[in-house]
């Protein structure tokens, strides 16, 4: 109650641009004349051309690339570092569209919430201090360290039925849990967003998952995720919308819709999203945006948030969540899922201790009120049978908003009486920022209710097994410590040697005296004034940030409007041939390495040591073609920059796979790499590749990859024609070995009329900023 009250809100920012939206509507409908997906009405009406985007009609999905305008985009502190410094090499002075930033993957969990928070602002200064001075730059909103995490807070302000919003993580999509349709993508793609660009996405199919019948008992909608990953696995979303409908939908509240889309992650969904409902428009009233949900209802009336009766999906589930069991997945992937009834037999089968180490419940997946309401009334019940927690219990509330009202409500003193332990409002021991000291290197086994569980990911240690499961299931076991545990039919013992049986756990969707802002200091101005003066701040001894310097062209312009200046990259080196997976972390390896983010050059000394050199035989080895001496990779590449000899790659198969790390693209351009000549190449990396400027082309013939070693000069036949508008153009490359000989080898391109401008400028940004310059 010190605390000031929150700022008025400016609800024209965050309300979808419904009246444009149903025009883009009336037209698609027009051009395809079929019944739509709820997908198809959102993602098309953001189309910035109906007609061309959709031109010839069917079949559009998985087909067709589609030039979108989002409406907003999220930024987290960890990625925003490289969306920003692209976006400062653009020439704007404000985002084209509203952009949040939110500090929340840089803090760390260690003694609790306050002593935590102290301590990473302290250690990460400069990034939260660069990223505040940024905010204040372009006029975005900035959300500091120990406000919450970025998609919990995208719900409770941003998120909205029928917007596209773009977000800087993976896990992005938990904003769909409102109707929206909200994409994980990398630097480049937001800066699109930030400068108006048109942002390219090919049209997604279909997944639609009808939920029939209602949650009750232990079951809640972490499990109703659990079981889909299960069922598609971690391959089954890939290009694909996941579409939920059905009478489920409907009576499930938004927060734990929020819960599903955001584990669609977990199958490489583009996104998952569904129907407008009375639960969400009661969330929209209870977080303050009613004027929003007026809109919605409207645009609801003209048929905008809701599939069309008979829209027909690429692919179709449909679950009964009357018969569906608490699940719990892992360990190691998302996607083994274990009904709890067989859980306890599963561990007597692999021999797995039957002891829980820790239990963490929260993070951005699960960190709603109803989800602590529930973990909260577990607790009481513990708590009057005089029982308190049998293994470590951590909450990770996902915001000030929920952290503030579960103080308000009990509920937190509820979970701290037991022995749980309240973290920052941050990403905290989600994303690895968990000192834990206890049974390091030991086998051991985990429970949390956040949305990944590979190796190490949350304590570092490659052996504990960390099993997914929903806040109620992870809270009950807390109590037994045992992973045999069955809450629902198991009996503990109470403080006086009595038998006690959990009765299943109650929780409001929402609080009944509403929520309550808290500490207001760490609300952002809405939609604030850019300050175009304001200099970003960035020490020039700073070893984790570093402005960045738009990539040179590689041709002058001069030379396009005079034909006979051939446009080719001549006598490139060949620094070397990889053998075998190169994923983006062979490429740019991650570990302590995150921390040069936004230091280009420190995070290029990273470059490819993680890559098998095909002559060699080793990882990590080059040899310098002048001298003939062997190094590290970015030595070498190091070394030929500094000559001024640019150079090229040549890879095997599926080059680039992995995350979209836009840093396995920037770092090889940047140290003078022209083309990467593969096999082929992971879809988004190959992108990412052609943002950068770097040409990616793939061998006619798989055969020939090895006729091209290190130390080869290579120089390309036919680009002229290419970036002189000719598409069809056939680009070949000519191969000098070092006997004098030479060898023309076909490659093929692939390239859009997009992509061949990126190629032409440089880079994606600087043609950017010369369309801002005009
Ligand atoms: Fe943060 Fe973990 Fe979510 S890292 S954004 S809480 S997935």
């Given at each position: 109650?010190?605390?000031?009250p929150?700022?008025?809100?400016?609800?024209k920012?965050?309300?979808?641009?419904?009246?444009?939206?149903?025009?883009?509507?009336?037209?698609?409908?027009?051009?395809?004349?079929?019944?739509?997906?709820?997908?198809?009405?959102?993602?098309?009406?953001?189309?910035?051309?109906?007609?061309?985007?959709?031109?010839?009609?069917?079949?559009?999905?998985?087909?067709?690339?589609?030039?979108?305008?989002?409406d907003?985009?999220?930024?987290?502190?960890?990625?925003?570092?490289?969306?920003?410094?692209?976006?400062?090499?653009?020439?704007?002075?404000?985002?084209?569209?509203?952009?949040s930033?939110?500090?929340?993957?840089?803090?760390?969990a260690?003694?609790?919430?306050?002593?935590?928070?102290?301590?990473?602002?302290?250690?990460?200064?400069?990034?939260?201090?660069?990223?505040?001075?940024?905010?204040?730059?372009?006029?975005?909103?900035?959300?500091?360290?120990?406000?919450?995490?970025?998609?919990?807070?995208?719900?409770?302000?941003?998120?909205?039925?029928?917007?596209?919003m773009?977000?800087?993580?993976?896990?992005?999509?938990n904003?769909?849990?409102?109707?929206?349709?909200?994409?994980?993508?990398?630097?480049?793609?937001?800066?699109?967003?930030?400068?108006?660009?048109?942002?390219?996405?090919?049209?997604?199919?279909?997944?639609?998952?009808?939920?029939?019948?209602?949650?009750?008992?232990?079951?809640?909608?972490?499990?109703?995720i659990?079981?889909?990953?299960?069922?598609?696995?971690v391959?089954g979303?890939?290009?694909?919308?996941i579409?939920?409908?059905?009478?489920g939908?409907?009576?499930?509240?938004?927060?734990?819709?929020?819960?599903?889309a955001?584990?669609?992650?977990e199958?490489?969904?583009?996104?998952?999203?569904?129907?407008?409902?009375?639960?969400?428009?009661?969330?929209?009233?209870?977080?303050?945006?009613?004027?929003?949900?007026?809109?919605?209802?409207?645009?609801?009336?003209?048929?905008?948030?809701?599939p069309?009766?008979?829209?027909?999906?690429?692919q179709?589930?449909?679950?009964?969540?009357?018969?569906?069991?608490?699940?719990?997945?892992g360990?190691?992937?998302?996607?083994?899922?274990?009904?709890?009834?067989?859980?306890?037999?599963?561990v007597?089968?692999?021999?797995?201790?039957d002891?829980?180490?820790?239990?963490?419940?929260?993070?951005?997946?699960?960190?709603?009120?109803?989800?602590?309401?529930?973990?909260?009334?577990?607790?009481?019940?513990?708590?009057?049978?005089?029982?308190?927690?049998?293994?470590?219990f951590?909450?990770?509330?996902g915001?000030?908003?929920?952290?503030?009202?579960?103080?308000?409500?009990g509920?937190?003193?509820?979970?701290?009486?037991?022995?749980?332990?309240?973290?920052?409002?941050?990403?905290?021991?989600?994303?690895?920022?968990?000192?834990?000291?206890?049974?390091?290197?030991?086998?051991?086994?985990?429970?949390?209710?956040?949305?990944?569980?590979?190796?190490?990911?949350?304590?570092?240690?490659?052996?504990?097994?960390?099993?997914?499961?929903?806040?109620?299931?992870?809270t009950?076991m807390?109590?037994?410590?045992?992973?045999?545990?069955?809450?629902?039919?198991?009996?503990?013992?109470?403080?006086?040697?009595?038998?006690?049986?959990?009765?299943?756990?109650?929780?409001?969707k929402?609080?009944?005296?509403?929520?309550?802002?808290?500490?207001?200091?760490?609300?952002?101005?809405?939609?604030?004034?850019?300050?175009p003066?304001?200099?970003?701040?960035?020490?020039?001894?700073?070893?984790?940030?570093?402005?960045?310097?738009?990539?040179?062209?590689h041709?002058?312009?001069?030379a396009?409007?005079?034909?006979?200046k051939?446009l080719?990259?001549?006598?490139?080196?060949?620094?070397?041939?990889?053998?075998?997976?190169?994923?983006?972390?062979?490429?740019?390896?991650a570990?302590?390495?995150?921390?040069?983010?936004?230091?280009?050059s420190?995070?290029?000394?990273?470059?490819?040591?993680?890559?098998?050199?095909?002559?060699?035989?080793?990882?990590?080895?080059?040899?310098?073609?002048?001298?003939?001496?062997?190094?590290?990779i970015?030595?070498v590449?190091?070394?030929?920059?500094?000559?001024?000899?640019?150079?090229?790659?040549?890879?095997?198969?599926?080059y680039?796979e992995?995350?979209?790390?836009?840093?396995?693209?920037?770092?090889?351009r940047?140290?003078?790499?022209?083309?990467?000549?593969?096999?082929?190449?992971?879809?988004?990396?190959?992108t990412?590749?052609?943002?950068?400027?770097?040409?990616?082309?793939?061998?006619?013939?798989?055969?020939?990859?090895?006729?091209?070693?290190?130390?080869?000069v290579?120089?390309?036949?036919?680009?002229?024609?290419?970036?002189?508008?000719?598409?069809?153009?056939?680009?070949?490359?000519?191969?000098?070995?070092?006997?004098g000989?030479?060898?023309?080898?076909k490659?093929?391109?692939?390239?859009?009329?997009?992509?061949?401008?990126?190629?032409?400028?440089?880079?994606?940004?600087n043609?950017?900023?010369?369309?801002?310059?005009?």
């Open positions: 109650s010190s605390y000031p929150p700022p008025p809100r400016d609800f920012s965050i309300t979808p641009p419904y009246p444009h939206l149903l025009r883009q509507l009336e037209q698609v409908r027009k051009v395809l004349n079929r019944p739509l997906s709820l997908a198809e009405k959102i993602v098309y009406s953001h189309l910035v051309n109906v007609e061309e985007g959709l031109a010839g009609g069917d079949p559009i999905r998985g087909e067709k690339h589609l030039k979108l305008r989002p907003r985009v999220a930024l987290q502190d960890a990625s925003a570092q490289m969306a920003i410094l692209q976006f400062s090499t653009c020439g704007r002075e404000a985002t084209a569209v509203p952009v930033i939110h500090c929340d993957h840089l803090i760390s260690y003694e609790g919430a306050e002593a935590d928070l102290k301590r990473s602002v302290m250690s990460n200064k400069e990034v939260f201090d660069f990223l505040e001075s940024a905010a204040k730059k372009y006029g975005i909103e900035f959300w500091g360290p120990g406000s919450g995490i970025i998609h919990q807070i995208v719900l409770e302000n941003y998120s909205a039925p029928g917007l596209l773009l977000g800087c993580d993976s896990h992005t999509p904003a769909g849990g409102l109707g929206a349709i909200a994409i994980g993508v990398g630097g480049a793609d937001a800066v699109d967003a930030m400068t108006a660009t048109p942002w390219e996405l090919k049209a997604p199919k279909l997944i639609g998952v009808e939920l029939k019948g209602e949650l009750s008992g232990w079951c809640s909608a972490k499990d109703v659990l079981e889909v990953v299960g069922r598609l696995s391959r979303g890939t290009g694909s919308i579409e939920y409908y059905g009478e939908v409907e009576r499930m509240g938004a927060t734990g819709l929020a819960t599903i955001n584990m669609g992650a199958m490489g969904a583009t996104t998952s999203t569904f129907p407008y409902s009375d639960n969400m428009r009661r969330y929209l009233h209870a977080t303050n945006r009613g004027p929003v949900a007026d809109e919605a209802d409207k645009a609801q009336a003209a048929g905008f948030l809701s069309d009766k008979g829209c027909e999906y690429d179709h589930v449909s679950i009964d969540l009357s018969t569906l069991e608490p699940k719990l997945n360990p190691f992937t998302p996607d083994l899922s274990t009904s709890l009834s067989k859980f306890g037999g599963l007597k089968e692999k021999g797995w201790k002891e829980l180490s820790a239990a963490l419940i929260g993070s951005c997946t699960n960190s709603s009120y109803e989800d602590m309401a529930r973990a909260a009334s577990i607790a009481r019940q513990a708590k009057a049978k005089g029982l308190s927690v049998k293994s470590s951590m909450v990770t509330p915001s000030e908003l929920i952290n503030a009202t579960i103080e308000r409500d509920l937190k003193a509820d979970l701290e009486a037991v022995g749980g332990q309240v973290l920052a409002n941050a990403c905290g021991p989600c994303i690895g920022q968990w000192e834990r000291e206890e049974k390091k290197g030991e086998e051991n086994a985990i429970l949390t209710s956040f949305n990944r569980n590979f190796k190490a990911r949350n304590d570092g240690n490659r052996l504990t097994m960390n099993f997914l499961a929903s806040p109620d299931i992870v009950a807390a109590f037994s410590g045992k992973l045999s545990f069955d809450p629902r039919h198991d009996e503990l013992l109470d403080s006086e040697g009595k038998p006690f049986k959990f009765d299943p756990p109650t929780g409001d929402l609080p009944q005296s509403g929520f309550t802002a808290g500490n207001t200091t760490y609300l952002p101005r809405p939609t604030p004034e850019p300050v003066s304001t200099p970003l701040a960035i020490s020039p001894t700073s070893t984790r940030l570093e402005l960045l310097a738009p990539f040179e062209p041709f002058p312009p001069e396009f409007a005079d034909s006979s051939k080719e990259f001549d006598d490139l080196r060949c620094l070397l041939r990889i053998r075998g997976k190169c994923t983006t972390d062979e490429i740019s390896a570990g302590k390495w995150l921390k040069y983010k936004g230091h280009l420190n995070l290029a000394e990273n470059t490819f040591i993680g890559a098998t050199n095909d002559q060699t035989g080793r990882v990590n080895s080059a040899i310098d073609f002048e001298s003939g001496e062997e190094g590290t970015p030595e590449a190091k070394k030929y920059k500094a000559r001024g000899q640019p150079w090229m790659i040549v890879t095997d198969h599926n680039g992995g995350s979209a790390r836009e840093h396995a693209s920037l770092q090889p940047f140290l003078n790499c022209k083309v990467i000549l593969a096999r082929s190449f992971a879809r988004i990396h190959r990412n590749l052609t943002k950068q400027g770097v040409l990616p082309l793939t061998f006619a013939n798989d055969a020939d990859y090895s006729l091209i070693d290190a130390g080869d290579v120089s390309t036949r036919g680009l002229d024609d290419l970036l002189r508008g000719n598409l069809n153009a056939d680009v070949d490359v000519v191969v000098k070995k070092a006997d000989s030479e060898k023309v080898i490659t093929v391109h692939g390239l859009s009329k997009d992509q061949v401008e990126w190629i032409r400028e440089g880079s994606a940004l043609l950017i900023k010369r369309k801002a310059a005009e």
